[in-house]
């Protein structure tokens, strides 16, 4: 009878995790299709938002100049010639002997300029318009997504021309990789250095990179509108929203800038002569200028993190606010990063940067504009719900101050770099005394605290 007993207990305990199994599974499967349904690629999902907002137009633009990039492109390759004996050559030969070579050339050129600009405001839109909720997180990573394809894309384009400018650009973008193996997990396995000879097609720039490079450049483009083209195709939805005729605006746009400012061509790329600075296209110049404030090993790092936080940061907005003020770190985050964008670019461009002078003026920056964001978020939750003043003085200890101390700790770490094993265990020793003292009030005595008081209100 007990042997029973126990072996009906182990079969109703087994029923049970399966069970409790099959609702999590069940609901997970609902949250990822939730989710998915809700995927804007071009705002196809705000049409009617679109005829009286114009910022709900961009995802038709993006569309619109990646279309006209394509034709341009299309036409382009028919002409250009991916060698690198002769790659220059037939960009001059577009650009002066071709009729309306020039102006094809510069539509290619401002059209995927004009991808890259409304793909930029689109995110931000996103984030500032709060587009992301209800059950729609993925449309961040996918408008991300899009703005990184044509960033990558511009950038093996812009080794096509062969000329000075492109050929040194790539050669410091190529090096990024190779920082990687001075991560101690990652280092054994070289997969910095294999990521730079698979880019380079070799440990140098030649002709397999030019190859690889026309390739890639082909590839970020066509991968991208065979998935987008099913997409459409299966949910039956217009890609483009908006009438033809104020289309037309934009479209004479890019016309008349390719027009009045034809594209560079600068001189025939030159292995022996460095140009100062080495400047990329207009989109990777803050990041070049970025290289040059931190460890290359951490700038790499960072280049990651960065995308790796825009996706994961809606996720982290649980509430169901939308208004841009009461969202103050979203707020302070987006015009932080927008300013740095600015005056990086600005910086490189004049060829300013002092690597004692301009650090800590960019940390202070930073670190009070985040700070004002955190400060200003606690505000607005003890307005809407005041607490007593010692569990609210705990509040500001834990959840600002602390967090505010390790961001302030850990930035000179980003910009020099733990470089010793000493080094990375004081760091991170340091972090973890106001990391356990937030937990600790978080986990532990805030909820013994706060709970009697709620139960005798209840009550």
């Not at 995927?39 to 999902?45: G, L, T, V």
């Not at 140009?275 to 110049?285: A, C």
């Amino acid at each position: 009878m007990i042997l029973k007993a126990e072996a009906l207990l182990k079969e109703s305990m087994i029923d049970k995790i399966k069970e409790i199994g099959k609702q999590q599974f069940e609901t997970g499967k609902k949250w990822v299709l939730d989710h998915i349904n809700n995927i804007d690629i071009f705002d196809e999902h705000y049409v009617d938002k679109a005829k009286t907002n114009p910022w709900y137009t961009l995802g038709s633009l993006v569309w619109l100049f990646w279309m006209i990039t394509i034709v341009s492109g299309c036409i382009l390759m028919a002409i250009y010639i991916p060698s690198i004996s002769e790659a220059y050559d037939s960009i001059v030969k577009i650009q002066f002997v071709i009729p309306f070579g020039a102006i094809i050339r510069g539509v290619h050129k401002y059209g995927a300029d004009a991808v890259i600009i409304a793909a930029t405001i689109r995110l931000y839109r996103i984030f500032i318009a709060c587009d992301y909720k209800p059950n729609r997180e993925f449309n961040v990573a996918i408008a991300l997504l899009t703005l990184l394809l044509g960033m990558y894309s511009g950038l093996t384009g812009y080794l096509l021309i062969w000329n000075q400018r492109a050929f040194w650009a790539t050669k410091v973008f190529a090096t990024f990789p190779t920082y990687v193996e001075s991560f101690y997990l990652l280092g054994p396995t070289h997969i910095g250095i294999n990521t730079s000879q698979i880019l380079l097609g070799g440990s140098s720039i030649g002709q397999a990179t030019m190859t690889r490079f026309y390739a890639f450049h082909t590839a970020f483009t066509l991968i991208p509108l065979i998935i987008v083209e099913l997409y459409f195709y299966r949910k039956g939805l217009k890609r483009f929203n908006i009438p033809w005729k104020v289309a037309l605006i934009p479209i004479f746009m890019v016309f008349i800038t390719a027009i009045v400012l034809p594209a560079q061509i600068g001189h025939r790329a030159d292995p022996s002569v460095t140009p100062l600075p080495i400047l990329s296209d207009w989109y990777f110049l803050a990041l070049y200028q970025f290289l040059k404030y931190m460890e290359p090993v951490w700038a790499t790092a960072l280049t990651v993190l960065i995308p790796v936080t825009v996706v994961i940061l809606p996720f982290l907005d649980l509430g169901p606010e939308t208004r841009l003020l009461k969202r103050p770190i979203f707020l302070m985050v987006t015009i932080m990063g927008f300013i740095q964008f600015l005056v990086f670019s600005g910086l490189i461009i004049m060829n300013i940067a002092n690597i004692h002078r301009d650090p800590p003026i960019w940390r202070a920056g930073t670190w009070i504009l985040i700070a004002i964001g955190v400060i200003w978020q606690y505000i607005n939750q003890k307005v809407e719900k005041p607490e007593k003043l010692p569990i609210a003085i705990m509040d500001f200890i834990a959840y600002v101050v602390c967090p505010l101390f390790v961001l302030y700790w850990s930035f000179p770490t980003l910009l020099n770099g733990w470089i010793t094993l000493k080094q990375q265990l004081e760091g991170v020793g340091v972090c973890m005394i106001p990391a356990v003292i937030a937990y600790t009030w978080h986990l532990l005595i805030r909820k013994k605290l706060v709970k009697p008081q709620e139960t005798v209100v209840a009550s």
